[in-house]
């Protein structure tokens, strides 16, 4: 069959389950796929696409450089799959991936380490992809990739900056129970909140507001120098670990690796603006702090903490979190990001959801065990969340637990 993909060099499994990654170029009548084992090899490429292409903050290259550096296990392969045109030879996409052991099998991941919300290509352009010609990149790709038992992709996006996600039109994607939340931003930014937001939000909003102004002042203040980044970062953190240890809540930041590659990412984008980091200062108090990636008319709300014991009967989180709406606007941004995750406040502030879909299946026996159980995993989760008195007693169970550990 034409669309096939057929892999032009062999490739040798050797000893340790290291394989040896093959230089040629695999091939289908619409695309090639050439296979790349560091990100140096496609810096050059890399910031091209990620300059004049269309990506998502995510896919930053000094953000992937961090992950590579400071998240990846030992066990695992870095896997980055340059895409081209069969005919022109031209790049299409950029697909970065990781492969490692788990449970005695192989699968391949997206490269995230559990920092990037969003698995998207980074794409060299905003030509529309159609489910036909995302099968015959996908096959590509595929035929490039090392032997493993499966792939399992999570958190992809429909669209990357309303273009198509290929990933998203392959017929083997599904639905997730992941949901991501955001509001286009767009006119004058002095009425953007009561244009975009919804009304009890403003009002909560303005009430909030001018409480903290009567206590003193109220500043959002930017971290711009490293010992800035420093001193806000570590608020972040105390906040969050205090707050998450209260609700009996996990937190990625009790690890130190994950404290350690967002301090790096946030000192490393004073450089070029692509990690921002701001607090909400009363008096001298800081009471909350907001952890941003911005691109490409985009800026995305990651990590949130807040100091509710300074200011009682006020919410830090929404505080800061409005007055970033306005700053992002005065700055020509066109779109918030409010993450995964289905949070009340997302829609109490009128941001709009968006199921992302996953990409789970096996190629092999043992891999298809293993997508099997992550299935039925993923349908008793989606169970338990669909019935709320369910999810509570769950909830507090798992909380009970944690502080018991704790």
Not at 171 to 180: M, N, V
Not at 191 to 204: G, H, I, Q, Y
Request: charged content about 20%; glycine content about 8%; overall charge neutral.
């Amino acid at each position: 069959m034409s669309g096939q993909a057929v892999q032009i060099a062999a490739m040798t499994d050797l000893p340790g389950g290291q394989v040896q990654h093959p230089a040629a170029i695999a091939a289908n009548d619409a695309y090639a796929a050439k296979l790349h084992t560091s990100l140096e090899a496609v810096r050059p490429l890399w910031l091209r696409l990620q300059a004049e292409g269309v990506c998502t903050g995510h896919q930053n290259y000094a953000w992937a450089e961090g992950i590579v550096a400071r998240l990846l296990p030992e066990s695992a392969e870095l896997l980055i799959v340059e895409v081209v045109d069969a005919a022109t030879g031209e790049p299409r996409m950029l697909v970065p991936l990781m492969r490692r052991r788990a449970f005695h099998h192989w699968v391949v991941e997206w490269l995230s380490c559990g920092v990037c919300d969003y698995s998207a290509p980074l794409l060299a352009d905003a030509s529309p992809w159609t489910r036909q010609s995302a099968q015959a990149a996908w096959a590509a790709v595929r035929s490039a990739l090392p032997p493993s038992d499966r792939v399992h992709i999570v958190g992809i996006p429909q669209l990357i900056h309303g273009v198509a996600n290929p990933l998203a039109l392959l017929p083997t994607t599904r639905d997730s129970i992941q949901t991501t939340f955001g509001l286009a931003i767009d006119g004058d930014p002095e009425t953007a909140l009561k244009r975009l937001c919804r009304p009890s939000f403003v009002k909560e909003f303005g009430k909030d507001w001018r409480r903290l102004e009567r206590l003193g002042g109220v500043e959002l203040v930017e971290a711009g120098a490293p010992a800035e980044v420093e001193r806000i970062f570590g608020e972040l953190v105390r906040m969050r670990l205090d707050r998450f240890r209260e609700l009996g809540r996990f937190d990625l930041l009790t690890q130190e690796k994950m404290v350690d590659f967002y301090r790096n990412a946030a000192i490393q984008g004073l450089l070029d603006g692509s990690v921002r980091l701001f607090g909400l200062l009363v008096g001298e108090a800081l009471i909350a702090v907001q952890y941003l990636l911005v691109h490409q008319g985009t800026v995305h709300a990651l990590l949130i903490a807040m100091d509710q014991g300074v200011v009682p009967n006020v919410s830090p989180g929404l505080a800061i979190m409005g007055r970033l709406i306005g700053w992002a606007r005065e700055r020509g941004f066109e779109y918030f990001d409010l993450s995964v995750g289905n949070q009340s406040y997302k829609e109490h502030m009128g941001a709009k959801g968006s199921v992302l879909v996953e990409l789970c299946h096996g190629f092999t026996m043992r891999g298809n065990v293993a997508s099997a159980v992550i299935e039925f995993r993923r349908r008793a989760e989606a169970f338990v969340r669909s019935n709320p008195r369910l999810l509570k007693a769950v909830q507090g169970t798992m909380r009970g637990l944690r502080r018991l550990r704790g």
